[in-house]
Nanobody, 126 residues
């Protein structure tokens, strides 16, 4: 069973930056694709970004392209989400999800992911 723990959330002003971390337990972390999702109050959980198990391919929501960067360090069993130029609409609970899957693909669908962390709150104030 893969366990995920998110951290790095907090309160930041518009235009600021945060770096989220998703740390996984488990011996075969490099076999898992990882997705960062966020959920705002009253809204569905939506993809922010995902990265394949090898880190060779990434995917971003249109709303965060050019501002957010996903990366992974398999030796540290950690996936990062660097968030720059934050906007108020980036506010929400950020979750990381994991699935053991193909090396060349990661899905935008939350239903594809099998393991989830507890989430970390990101609040962007104006």
């Amino acid at each position: 069973q893969l366990q995920l723990v998110e951290s790095g959330g907090g309160l930041v002003q518009v235009g600021g930056s945060l770096r989220l971390s998703c740390v996984a337990s488990g011996r075969i972390f490099d076999a898992y694709a990882i997705g960062w999702f966020r959920q705002a109050p009253g809204k569905e959980r939506e993809l922010v970004s995902c990265i394949t198990s090898t880190g060779g391919s990434t995917n971003y929501a249109d709303s965060v392209k050019g501002r957010f960067t996903i990366s992974r360090d398999n030796a540290k069993t950690t996936v990062y989400l660097q968030m720059n130029s934050l906007k108020s609409e980036d506010t929400g609970v950020y979750y990381c999800g994991a699935v053991r899957g193909p090396t060349h693909y990661c899905s935008a669908s939350r239903r594809w992911y099998e393991h989830w962390g507890q989430g970390t709150q990101v609040t962007v104030s104006s």
